[in-house]
T-cell receptor, first 115, second 113 residues
Framework: EPEVTQTPSHQVTQMGQEVILRCVPI?????FYWYRQILGQKVEFLVS????????KSEIFDDQFSVERPDGSNFTLKIRSTKLEDSAMYFC?????????????FGPGTRLTVL | AQSVAQPEDQVNVAEGNPLTVKCTYS??????LFWYVQYPNRGLQFLLK??????LVKGSYGFEAEFNKSQTSFHLKKPSALVSDSALYFC???????????FGAGTRLFVKA
């Protein structure tokens, strides 16, 4: 069964450094998402992406964040200057298309630790 | 605004007993409702969904959920709990337009042998 993959599984970085989290969505999916889960808390929507542009973003997704689909397979989340409070689990998800009311498929997550 | 509430932080149940994890929602229009499970240090695993049709939805691992429009609820149920069901369960709603999933705070299920 196809699945969403994410790399790395765990990223440790120093405050102020840039990080790039990578995701490979399911191959025929067209909508892509990033979510964040701070330890022990709820899963929060960050951003959705379709047709090479952001469809919707939350208030969490400020100028420090950016997303990109640099090629036909990868979908990345960049945090330009990490803060301690960016430490969280980051989940990528994908769906086929907007009219498909089926589920989003989530990746296993990247645990980001900012020191 | 669309929202999901899981009123219980934790549910404890003995193995073999039935379990219920509660969820209520607030949406405009028809709700698209989901349950996900998260095991320790793992990602979000899809359990089941309600889009339309029968109010009782069956999903993975013997779980089912009952959609109740009048009570705006979508409670997760299983007739006989297993110790391996112990995990964090999230109720979620896909918002109008389908661009994002809104999650509840999660309910931690403990099944005791």
């Amino acid at each position: 069964e196809p699945e969403v993959t994410q790399t790395p599984s765990h990223q440790v970085t120093q405050m102020g450094q840039e990080v790039i989290l990578r995701c490979v969505p399911i191959s025929n999916h067209l909508y892509f998402y990033w979510y964040r889960q701070i330890l022990g808390q709820k899963v929060e929507f960050l951003v959705s992406f379709y047709n090479n542009e952001i469809s919707e973003k939350s208030e969490i997704f400020d100028d420090q964040f950016s997303v990109e689909r640099p090629d036909g397979s990868n979908f990345t989340l960049k945090i330009r200057s990490t803060k301690l409070e960016d430490s969280a689990m980051y989940f990528c998800a994908s769906r086929v298309w907007a009219e498909d009311t089926d589920t989003q498929y989530f990746g296993p997550g990247t645990r980001l630790t900012v020191l | 605004a669309q929202s999901v509430a899981q009123p219980e932080d934790q549910v404890n149940v003995a193995e073999g007993n039935p379990l219920t994890v509660k969820c209520t929602y607030s949406v405009s229009g028809n709700p698209y409702l989901f349950w996900y499970v998260q095991y320790p240090n793992r990602g979000l695993q899809f359990l089941l969904k309600y889009i339309t049709g029968d109010n009782l939805v069956k999903g993975s691992y013997g779980f089912e959920a009952e959609f109740n429009k009048s009570q705006t609820s979508f409670h997760l149920k299983k007739p006989s709990a297993l110790v391996s069901d112990s995990a964090l369960y999230f109720c979620a709603v896909l918002n109008t337009g389908g661009f994002k999933t809104i999650f509840g705070a999660g309910t931690r299920l403990f099944v005791k042998a």
